[in-house]
């Protein structure tokens, strides 16, 4: 079992930054990470995902090149670096760590693994 923190939510003008980290209660290495998110009324999205390694990433078409997701194996922590933020942005985002590859969970879109609680993101015009 793997429990999952996220940290770095808040409130964010558009065109404004946050950091966003998720720190897991066991050894990360064997886990592609990721980060997913829903806004009210929606469904869960994906949003990015990164190889165990840290050698590959994905992103959403959505938040490509405003988006940088990074982990540190050595800390059990994923990084979602977020730029450029649009008022679309505004979600809860998740967390995610899969024990599939990273291709995987891309190619899908889903995961059905380890879930972190949220944390709230809202961007504000």
């Excluded at 404004?16 to 009210?40: E, H, I, K, V």
């Excluded at 929606?42 to 959403?60: D, G, P």
């Excluded at 194996?73 to 590859?101: G, I």
Aim: overall charge positive.
């Amino acid at each position: 079992q793997v429990q999952l923190v996220e940290s770095g939510g808040g409130l964010v003008q558009a065109g404004g930054s946050l950091r966003l980290a998720c720190t897991a209660s066991t050894r990360t290495f064997n886990y592609a990470m990721g980060w997913f998110r829903q806004a009210p009324g929606k469904e869960r999205e994906f949003v990015a995902t990164i190889s165990r390694a840290a050698l590959t990433t994905y992103y959403a078409d959505t938040v490509k090149g405003r988006f940088t997701i990074s982990r540190d194996n050595a800390k059990n922590t994923v990084y979602l670096q977020m730029n450029s933020l649009k008022l679309e942005d505004t979600a809860v985002y998740y967390c995610n760590a899969d024990w599939r590859p990273a291709r995987d969970v891309y190619s899908s879109k889903y995961s059905n693994a380890f879930w972190g609680q949220g944390t709230q993101v809202t961007v504000s015009s």
